[in-house]
C-alpha cells in the first residue's frame, strides 16, 4: 500500500466519520416538519460521483452502516441502500461536467430503496402517511449539501500536489 493511498484511506475516515457526527449531533436536531436531513446519504452518492463505481460503493456500504447504527433498522439495511446508490451514481463518473445537480436525484432514489428494502425485510414503519414529507426535505438538504459533500470526496480522494516548479524565467537564470 502507498502513502498517498493510506493518506486518501485516513482522509475516507476522518470525512466519513464528521459526516456521522454531524448527522447524530446537528442535523438530527435541525428537524423540518419533524424529519432531518441525510448527509450520509449524500456522500455516498458524492462519493460515487467523484471515485466511480467502485470506490462509491465501498464509501456508501460504509456511510450505511454506520448509519445503521443509530437508526434502529436491521444492520446493512441502510449498507446496502446506501452501496447500491452510491454505485449507481458511479456508472455516470466522467459523463457529466457538473456533478453537483446528480446528487439530489440519487439521494431521492437512495432513500426510496431503504424504504422498499425495509419493507421487504419487515421494517413496515419506514413508509407511512408522512414519506413524502420526509423525501422532500431529504431532497432539500440534499440541494444544500450537494455542493460541500462532492468538494469533500475530492478532498479525501485527491492525490498529493506535485511540488511547485520554479518559473521558466527562473530556470534560464538558473542555467546560465
Do not use: I, K
Not at 151 to 167: G, I, N
Amino acid at each position: 500500500m502507498s502513502v498517498e493511498r493510506a493518506r486518501a484511506g485516513l482522509r475516507s475516515a476522518l470525512v466519513l466519520f464528521s459526516v456521522f457526527v454531524l448527522q447524530v449531533g446537528v442535523f438530527d436536531g435541525l428537524r423540518v416538519f419533524g424529519r432531518a436531513a441525510e448527509p450520509l446519504l449524500a456522500l455516498a452518492v458524492a462519493g460515487g460521483l467523484v471515485g466511480g463505481w467502485w470506490r462509491g460503493l465501498r464509501l456508501g456500504f460504509a456511510a450505511g452502516l454506520l448509519y445503521d447504527v443509530v437508526a434502529g433498522t436491521p444492520l446493512g439495511l441502510a449498507a446496502f441502500a446506501y452501496a447500491l446508490v452510491a454505485a449507481g451514481a458511479g456508472l455516470l463518473q466522467g459523463l457529466t461536467v457538473r456533478l453537483w445537480w446528480l446528487v439530489p436525484p440519487f439521494s431521492a432514489l437512495g432513500l426510496c430503496l431503504y424504504v422498499l428494502a425495509g419493507e421487504v425485510v419487515g421494517q413496515d414503519h419506514l413508509y407511512n402517511d408522512r414519506f413524502w414529507v420526509t423525501l422532500a426535505v431529504v431532497e432539500s438538504w440534499a440541494v444544500v449539501l450537494a455542493a460541500p459533500t462532492l468538494r469533500l470526496v475530492r478532498w479525501a480522494w485527491s492525490e498529493a500536489p506535485a511540488p511547485p516548479r520554479a518559473p521558466r524565467a527562473a530556470e534560464a537564470e538558473v542555467a546560465r
